[in-house]
T-cell receptor
């Protein structure tokens, strides 16, 4: 079983829709949670970074972490065609033990149609 | 502020050869990590360097190695290349190892023929 599970999609939505992307994890040691966006043939771009359970908002993006359920989400409001990309969740444990080592989900391919 | 810079961006090598990839982290960042990305396995951690010391190593064979210089720049080397080493190799940097954000470069696309 993978430590981080993410539905690879593909996910196709109309412009303006609210997009919900999710990951589950099994390692209780994970404490830091990130969402990256990756365009084709580009490197991952950091979108959101959270440490504790709860919500964090940045513009059209909201990251949600529920440590008790080992479940994280990314919501995109008013989705745009430029949001079409692969979205990767990533997580890491305490830095004292794992440094900056990230464990990634498989990535969800999102297409926003005009 | 310049981002993470990786060179070369694209390269083609023959089986059995070796390759060296270079990474310049964001100015002031002291932690550099390397990842391999393939369609089948996704993003997998190779190793991390902090202050010229390897802090963490992923589950890759000894053919994969790396080092970090005093200016935080890093290189990774793959010897005796195999077809399965064809991948996007990504370098990431962070200010230190205290839980800060991690930023990726554009990657080096390696094709082994």
């Amino acid at each position: 079983q993978k430590e981080v599970e993410q539905d690879p999609g593909p996910l196709s939505v109309p412009e303006g829709a609210i997009v919900s992307l999710n990951c589950t994890y099994s390692n209780s040691a994970f404490q830091y949670f990130m969402w990256y966006r990756q365009y084709s043939r580009k490197g991952p771009e950091l979108l959101m970074y959270t440490y504790s359970s709860g919500n964090k908002e940045d513009g059209r993006f909201t990251a949600q972490v529920d440590k008790s359920s080992k479940y994280i989400s990314l919501f995109i409001r008013d989705s745009q065609p430029s949001d079409s990309a692969t979205y990767l969740c990533a997580m890491s444990a305490r830095r004292e033990t794992s440094g900056s080592r990230l464990t990634f989900g498989e990535g969800t391919q999102l297409t926003v149609n005009p | 502020k310049a981002g993470v810079t990786q060179t070369p961006r694209y390269l083609i090598k023959t089986r059995g050869q070796q390759v060296t990839l270079s990474c310049s982290p964001i100015s002031g960042h002291r932690s550099v990590s390397w990842y391999q990305q393939t369609p089948g396995q996704g993003l997998q951690f190779l190793f991390e360097y902090f202050s010229e010391t390897q802090r963490n190593k992923g589950n890759f064979p000894g053919r994969f190695s790396g080092r970090q210089f005093s200016n935080s720049r890093s290189e990774m080397n793959v010897s005796t290349l195999e077809l399965g080493d064809s991948a996007l190799y990504l370098c990431a940097s962070s200010p230190d190892n205290s839980g800060n954000t991690i930023y990726f470069g554009e990657g080096s696309w390696l094709t082994v023929v």
